[in-house]
Structures are given as C-alpha cells and as structure tokens.
C-alpha cells in the first residue's frame, strides 16, 4: 500500500471515530509530532504501531492496509 493511501486512511477513520490528533495520540503513547507525520504521510508507521492505531479506532488492521 502506497503510504500516501495509508496516510489518508488512518486520518480518516480518526475523524469518523470523532478522536482528535491529541486524543488519538495519547492513546497510542506517542507525540502528536509522530502522530500527524504519520496522517501527512512523512512517516511509515512500523507493524506495531499501526496495530496500535488499529485497537485505538476498533477496527481491524487490514481496514487500514486495504
């Protein structure tokens, strides 16, 4: 998956979930630097966090790789 794709993906199921960059990254234990270099797409999440964000929305990995 393209990271771009990815980027937006994981941007848009926080929105849909009603969590905010803060909210979200504090959940996870990360900055909200890390967090929205992540949504922009600058930053590949590695396995482990994007499992992370994963359990954070509820939703299962493969929606956010699909």
Do not use: C, W, Y
């Amino acid at each position: 998956m393209e990271i771009s794709s990815l980027a937006q993906r994981i941007r848009a199921f926080r929105k849909l979930k009603g969590h905010t960059q803060q909210e979200l990254a504090e959940l996870l234990g990360v900055s909200v630097a890390v967090l929205g270099a992540v949504e922009r797409g600058s930053r590949k999440p590695d396995g482990k966090l994007l499992k992370k964000i994963a359990e954070a929305l509820n939703i299962d990995v493969e929606e956010l790789t699909s």
